[in-house]
């Protein structure tokens, strides 16, 4: 399963109810935000990969496995393991 339908999974209606940031005279949809780096989680084979201009990438302190966060929104992320070359146990989450 790619990540992306994980995250759909994960999610379920939350995915529904996600609100727009507005954006100069238009909105921006969090879910359109959502893709790029969900789309970007397909085809990379390192998590180093991810260490891309707006998306903060950083590991996360404290856990065995290390899991991984891109910025989306706000206080918003999507968090990641990587095991065998595949992004796994993704996640939209609030960390802190």
């Known amino acids: 399963m790619n990540s992306s339908a994980a995250l759909t999974l994960i ?7 996600l609100q727009t940031k507005p954006h100069g005279n238009r909105s921006i949809p969090l879910q359109l935000k959502i893709a790029s780096p969900l789309d970007r989680l397909d085809v990379i084979v390192r998590p180093e990969e991810m260490n891309v201009p707006g998306f903060n990438f950083h590991p996360l302190r404290g856990f065995k496995p290390t899991r991984y966060s891109v910025h989306v929104n706000g206080p918003w992320c999507i968090t990641f393991e ?8 993704v996640d939209f989450e609030q960390y802190h």
């Not at 990587?82 to 146990?89: I, K, L, S, T, V």
């Open 11 to 17: 999610l379920g209606k939350r995915m529904e109810r």
């Open 82 to 89: 990587f095991e065998e070359g595949d992004a796994c146990r």
